[in-house]
């Protein structure tokens, strides 16, 4: 006798936050395909709906609980849909979560989202589950590998693949390691065996992730392996053209991970390397546990690697205690490296973070810092993507461009690139001149 096909339920899944959350969402989607559930765009046609969260700034759960109220009249049109949460939010608040709003089904941590087919099924009995806790066994073991809509089913030419989870570094001001746990690394032969069935399913770009992903250590054949040494067994693999990863630690950036920048071809000359400030007083106020001049030193020796290496970095003004000076410290640090991209936020307080309970700085003292930080960053960002003009890139192209007849990829640089030109299919890495450079894009012609 065989099993019973499952009817086909549809499952909406809104992400909220970082890369991470993205291939949970993948993964959580997948569990789930286990349970007959295909995925949709349109939540009006959902019987589930996860609300994947990020808890890394002001206001997370307040945006969760109005999200879940505009999803009140979808539960009134369709008692059947089962609305659940999952991620940082979930892991941080779900128990309250699940007391202040009854239209929740279930909740689920990022640590044990394999057992959602289980839960799931709870919900169909009646129940309630929540599931926080950080279990024994890794879910990754517990999860299919394979797609939803089947085992060979075709993948954008770009993905993620998750190699390391949890921070041990406990900055003063962040709840990553409260909400992801302690530092994880998968073992090497797993990801190599991921990224190859990525590949034959058409992914020629993979982006190696892990909250400190430089900090990898994962068990592999002869000892323990480096971020480097993963990287260039995944260069090995045919078919795989470029390989990324986010987001490093300076501390973390060890010389076969700098020499790695020099001489694999496959690595791209890219990197998101967050330093937060510029003032050595403020680095130690929030336990980054290097210097200033530490992370413009290891900017050179990955330059001398890499000379067209592009950098990206994360700032945060306000951070108790920021005077003036250290502001301006940070304004030098950011001349002094010359970003192509940049993320820059205000300092939120996050309950339970050793930051939360120092005095803060003045709010408008922190808008107009921020908006002196973006103008300089952003400044940067477009010299240095008006100087790509005139130069020849690679470009991987993904999907089709607004205008009629155009392609759209990513530069090696990461870069947005567009070309009108029939030859550039979805998936082919092609060489490309790039004739111009606009807001948010750079144009160009295949050669
Ligand atoms: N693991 C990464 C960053 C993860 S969080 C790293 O160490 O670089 C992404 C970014 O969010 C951080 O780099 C930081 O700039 C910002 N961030 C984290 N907590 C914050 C807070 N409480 N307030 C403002 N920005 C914060
Ligand atoms: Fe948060 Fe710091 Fe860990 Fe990054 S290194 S995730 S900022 S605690
Ligand atoms: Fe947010 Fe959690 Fe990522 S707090 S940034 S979703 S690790």
Known sequence: MTAPIPALRKLFIKTYGCQMNVYDSERMAEALGASGYVTTERPEEADMILLNTCHIREKAAEKVYSELGRLKPLKAANPD?????????????????????PVVDLVVGPQTYHRL??????????????????????????????????????????????????????????????????????????????????VERGVREITLLGQNVNAYHGAGPGGDWSLARLIRALAAIDGLVRIRYTTSHPNDMSEDLIAAHGDEPKLMPYLHLPVQSGSD???????????????????????????????????????????????????????????????????????GTPAAERPGVAPEVMDDRLQRLQALLAEQQRTRQEAMVGREVGV?????????????????????????????????????????????SLGGDLL
């Open 117 to 198: 087919p289980a839960m799931e099924a709870a919900v169909r009995r009646g129940e309630r589950p929540v599931d926080t806790e950080f279990p024994e066994e890794d879910k990754f073991d517990h999860l299919p590998l394979g797609p939803r809509g089947g085992p060979r089913a075709r993948r954008a030419p770009a993905a993620f693949l998750t190699v390391q989870e949890g921070c041990d570094k406990f900055c003063a001001f962040c709840v990553v390691p409260y909400t992801r746990g302690t530092e994880v690394s998968r073992p090497a032969e797993r990801l190599l065996a991921e990224a190859r069935d990525l």
């Open 81 to 101: 849909l089962k609305i659940g949460i999952a991620g940082c939010v979930a892991q941080a608040e779900g128990a309250e979560i699940m007391r202040r709003a």
């Open 281 to 351: 007083r403020i680095l130690k106020a929030m336990n980054r546990k290097h210097t200033a001049e530490h992370y413009l030193r290891l900017i050179e020796r990955l330059r001398t690697a890499r000379p067209d290496l592009l950098l990206s970095g994360d700032f945060i003004v306000g951070f108790p205690g920021e005077t003036d000076d250290d502001f301006e410290a940070t304004m030098d640090l950011v001349r002094a490296v010359g970003y192509g991209q940049a993320y820059s936020f205000k300092y939120s307080a996050r309950p």
């Open 396 to 440: 991987l192209f993904e999907k089709p461009g607004r205008m009629e007849g155009q392609m759209v990829g990513k530069s090696d640089h990461l870069h947005a690139v567009h070309v009108s030109d029939p030859r550039a299919q979805i998936g082919s890495e092609m060489r490309v001149r790039i004739t111009q450079s606009g807001p948010n």
